[in-house]
């Protein structure tokens, strides 16, 4: 116990942001009835990822997307197992990320959400659910201004 709330008050921020990334996941744009919400407790783990690697690991990924699962009330694992992958891909990239401008950043920050809604749809169509159709990757679309939007302060600067 003791040991968790150590955890809790050295990375205090990381969990205030995921807090309020689950709440924030909750409300839908919806425009044209195209659902453009990214998934912003993803784009908060990369975020973290990127910013303090120490801070998250795949471990970190796997249990927020199964807390994600059981909150959004999807399929026991799915977010699980996106993020996860996502973490592997992000980590991939990390040095191509971090030694590019900021257009190439966004360019794979691009390529990690939309390898994020492929894995989400090919688990969705094994389990029988309708394809969404291409507006369904405008989400990617949405999580790339979004974090360009953020870059421009100083605080969410990836420069190390």
Request: aromatic letters at 18%.
């Amino acid at each position: 116990m003791q040991r968790l709330q150590k955890m809790i008050k050295k990375n205090k921020l990381f969990f205030i942001s995921l807090i309020i990334a689950a709440m924030i996941n909750l409300i839908h744009i919806n425009i044209f009835n195209t659902d453009l919400t990214p998934d912003f407790i993803l784009l908060t783990l990369i975020f973290w990822f990127f910013k303090n690697p120490n801070t998250v690991s795949i471990s970190t990924f796997w249990f927020v997307g199964l807390i994600t699962d059981v909150f959004m009330g999807d399929l026991l694992g799915q977010h699980a197992l996106t993020y996860a992958s996502c973490y592997f891909i992000a980590q991939y990239f990390i040095n191509k990320i971090m030694l590019n401008n900021k257009h190439q950043k966004l360019l794979y920050i691009f390529l990690i959400f939309l390898s994020a809604q492929i894995i989400m749809l090919i688990i969705n169509l094994t389990h029988d659910l309708h394809y969404p159709g291409m507006s369904y990757y405008l989400q990617s679309i949405t999580a790339v201004f979004i974090w360009h939007a953020l870059s421009k302060f100083r605080f969410f600067k990836l420069d190390r």
